[in-house]
T-cell receptor, first 113, second 109 residues
Framework: DAGITQSPRHKVTETGTPVTLRCHQTENHRYMYWYRQDPGHGLRLIHYSYGVKDTDKGEVSDGYSVSRSKTEDFLLTLESATSSQTSVYFC????????????FGEGSRLTVL | KNEVEQSPQNLTAQEGEFITINCSYS?????LHWLQQHPGGGIVSLFM???GKKKHGRLIATINIQEKHSSLHITASHPRDSAVYICAVRSNTGNQFYFGTGTSLTVIP
């Protein structure tokens, strides 16, 4: 198993509160991704990182910010959670190789009331 | 517009049947991935392909780059194969992946 840990695994929060999800890897992989998974949609990219302090937006980045101050940690922050951000969030990692395989965390289920 | 289309969306099979799931994509790719997700579970990578065919046990994945199409086959299906199978492609113009919406497979004993 790739060493990826997401925390928290489950969270219920109220509209307007800040939320931070953490993705921690022990593989020293270069690329890290945050996706959300919703019924009827494929996994959709929120943000990704290609190195420490190097991040870029994905297709559904509005309302989310990220930070990567260390290779092993990629944080996803919802500054002010909304009900539309209720989802399952997956972190994924990939080595910096041309044909590097993609590994996923176990997912974090977030409910915004 | 969906860069990756999978078919069928849902599939029910009897144990022992041969199963095929299809994936078509519209972008240039450097690799295609087949993923498996059990209900309530995490996502596991089954295959990564850039050409030809790969086999792991009862699972076989093929890709036709010219036709922009891939298939995942399961031989002698078993109830434990029940899961959602997701096709994903890595764009050859960047580091992003595009995902299909998944095929939900149920294998009945």
């Amino acid at each position: 198993d790739a060493g990826i840990t997401q925390s928290p695994r489950h969270k219920v929060t109220e509209t307007g509160t800040p939320v931070t999800l953490r993705c921690h890897q022990t593989e020293n992989h270069r690329y890290m991704y945050w996706y959300r998974q919703d019924p009827g949609h494929g996994l959709r990219l929120i943000h990704y990182s290609y190195g420490v302090k190097d991040t870029d937006k994905g297709e559904v980045s509005d309302g989310y910010s990220v930070s990567r101050s260390k290779t092993e940690d990629f944080l996803l922050t919802l500054e002010s959670a909304t009900s539309s951000q209720t989802s399952v969030y997956f972190c994924a990692i990939r080595p910096g190789l041309e044909f590097g395989e993609l590994f996923f965390g176990e997912g974090s289920r977030l409910t915004v009331l | 517009k969906n860069e990756v289309e999978q078919s069928p969306q849902n599939l029910t099979a009897q144990e022992g049947e041969f199963i095929t799931i299809n994936c078509s994509y519209s972008v240039g790719i450097s690799a295609l991935h087949w993923l498996q997700q059990h209900p309530g579970g995490g996502i596991v990578s089954l295959f990564m392909l850039s050409s030809g065919k790969k086999k792991h046990g009862r699972l076989i994945a093929t890709i036709n780059i010219q036709e922009k199409h891939s298939s995942l086959h399961i031989t002698a299906s078993h109830p434990r194969d029940s899961a959602v199978y997701i096709c994903a492609v890595r764009s050859n113009t960047g580091n992003q992946f595009y995902f299909g919406t998944g095929t939900s497979l149920t294998v009945i004993p």
